[in-house]
Nanobody, 123 residues
Framework: QVQLVESGGGLVQPGGSLRLSCAAS????????MGWFRQTPGKEREFVGW????????YYADSVKGRFTISRDSAKNTVYLQMNNLEPEDTAVYYC????????????????WGQGTQVTVSS
């Protein structure tokens, strides 16, 4: 099975930047789509973006487009979420997830999940 371990969360001021990491246990992810989601209390899990492991194609939610960038390092089996120009509304628990089907923006399309890492944007 796929094991995902997230890191990099923390407290940052509005306008600041943060990079989250998601290390995957599997060596090869040629068919995988790696997604990022976030969740705040009382809200549904929200799609952030995804990247295809083989080709590096990316797709982002409108709420983060232009501010967030997803990348991957195949040698390290790691996916990154670079977050710039952070806003208080970005405060959430961020999750990485693996999907071995077609790319999608719904949480139920992803079979494996990390433990989540807290991102707090506050002055």
């Amino acid at each position: 099975q796929v094991q995902l371990v997230e890191s990099g969360g923390g407290l940052v001021q509005p306008g600041g930047s943060l990079r989250l990491s998601c290390a995957a246990s599997e060596r090869t992810f040629s068919s995988a789509v790696m997604g990022w989601f976030r969740q705040t209390p009382g809200k549904e899990r929200e799609f952030v973006g995804w990247i295809t492991w083989s080709g590096g194609r990316t797709y982002y939610a409108d709420s983060v487009k232009g501010r967030f960038t997803i990348s991957r390092d195949s040698a390290k089996n790691t996916v990154y979420l670079q977050m710039n120009n952070l806003e208080p509304e970005d405060t959430a628990v961020y999750y990485c997830a693996a999907n071995f089907g077609a790319p999608g923006s719904r949480h139920y399309e992803y079979s494996y999940w990390g433990q989540g890492t807290q991102v707090t944007v506050s002055s």
